[in-house]
């Protein structure tokens, strides 16, 4: 199992224990290389295959989603650095973030 999944399975069973009905909102998001369009599309499938996966783990549930995707729009680390590459804020931009209330 990818670290990736791993992750994904973790959340499952704590959103089961904290979250026993409710919705869980999942956004998605992308670094900025490549057209807006293209990484908006992105961000959401990104965020839909979570989705897709704790719907996949979770089974029958009284919880919902929300999902979203945000492109590039909400860095969490610079894309560039000095007018060069930042690959590893590049890498921290691609991410999806779930919060759920209890």
Do not use: C, K, W
């Not at 992308?30 to 369009?37: N, P």
């Not at 965020?47 to 009284?62: D, F, I, K, M, Q």
Request: hydrophobic content about 40%; charged content about 30%; proline content about 4%.
């Amino acid at each position: 199992m990818s670290r990736s999944a791993e992750r994904v399975a973790a959340l499952a069973v704590a959103l089961v224990l904290v979250v026993p009905a409710g919705e869980a909102v999942i956004h998605g998001h992308t670094d900025s290389v490549g057209d807006a369009q293209s990484n908006l599309t992105l961000s959401r499938r990104r965020a839909e295959a979570v989705r897709a996966e704790l719907v996949r783990l979770l089974g029958a549930t009284s919880v919902s989603f929300e999902v979203r995707g945000f492109g590039e729009a909400r860095p969490v680390a610079p894309n560039r650095v000095d007018g060069r590459d930042n690959p590893e804020g590049r890498a921290r931009n691609r991410r999806v973030e779930i919060r759920f209330d209890r």
